[in-house]
């Protein structure tokens, strides 16, 4: 009976945390699509961001609504983060950590869903066994928000110091290339703790963000286990459920401000000169 039980669990978890992928290659892996991850995505993006733009358009110098002040409050509170850190000219930097803050905020709030209940609409009015609705706890969306951030640093990085200004400064810092006679291994030195530095950054960034949705998703998964043990279960797990729903609140949002500073200061350490 409990070897029984554990398989039903078992099942119960790798059903919910199976995503709705296709091999772009026989080999899989590495190249798989993750449609639902994908989906979800866009269509957040869509409403979120056609949302901004509809409450935008109908902005007013008067009164505003509570709709208007809202956005008005986010994006003056994101224009003052960005000022605080980025010392430049930031008329395109504050637009790329709202989208960020934004789009990352509402992707994490999909793991406030119940997921059974989700489930249940995802098989019967979508007819899809398979999907998993939270696309920042899985581990291709963070990552390709963070390679996006990354591209975007050494662009600036060229940008402000040109290419052969950017390679003099990955081989030169942070020890130096003198004395003369030492700087060939200096430049080595130099190249391997710049390009350590380089790619921690990416994985650091993206891995922060999966683990934390990650880890809340199964929370969730593991507190919807109880709740389907009995009467007492069911109690159990609607207080747990409701205290950790309180709680990720602010991981939800704390992990989005996280990501958005990041993004902020990667992009203003790529400005600075060495």
Do not use: C
Request: no cysteine.
């Amino acid at each position: 009976m409990a070897e029984e039980h554990a398989l039903d669990a078992t099942s119960y978890i790798q059903h919910h945390l199976t995503f709705l992928a296709e091999p772009v290659r026989e080999s899989g892996g590495f190249w798989t699509l993750h449609y639902d991850t994908i989906v979800t995505s866009l269509i957040l993006g869509v409403v979120v961001f056609g949302l901004l733009w509809l409450v935008t358009r109908k902005a007013t110098t008067g009164v505003p609504s509570k709709t208007q002040a809202f956005v008005e409050l986010s994006v003056r509170f994101v224009n003052d983060q960005v000022r605080s850190l980025f010392h430049h000219d930031y008329r395109v930097v504050a637009p790329i950590a709202l989208t960020v803050f934004v789009w990352v905020l509402f992707m994490n709030a999909m793991d406030f869903l119940p997921v059974d209940i989700m489930a249940w609409i995802y098989q019967n009015i979508f007819h899809q066994h398979e999907w998993r609705g939270v696309p920042t706890a899985d581990v291709n969306t963070t990552f390709a928000l963070a390679l996006s951030v990354f591209g975007l640093m050494i662009f600036y990085s060229i940008k402000n110091k040109g290419l052969f200004g950017w390679i003099k400064e990955l081989i030169s810092t942070p020890f130096g290339i003198k004395p003369l006679w030492a700087a060939p291994l200096l430049a080595i030195f130099n190249l391997l703790f710049n390009t350590i530095e380089y790619v921690s950054k990416p994985l650091s960034h993206s891995l922060r963000l999966y683990g934390n949705m990650y880890a809340g998703e199964i929370i969730f998964l593991l507190i919807g286990l109880w709740a389907a043990t009995g009467v007492a279960g069911v109690i159990a797990g609607s207080i747990l459920h409701l205290g950790w729903s309180i709680f990720h609140i602010l991981i939800v949002v704390l992990q989005a401000y996280i990501f958005m500073m990041l993004t902020v200061v990667y992009i203003s350490m790529a400005h600075e000169h060495h």
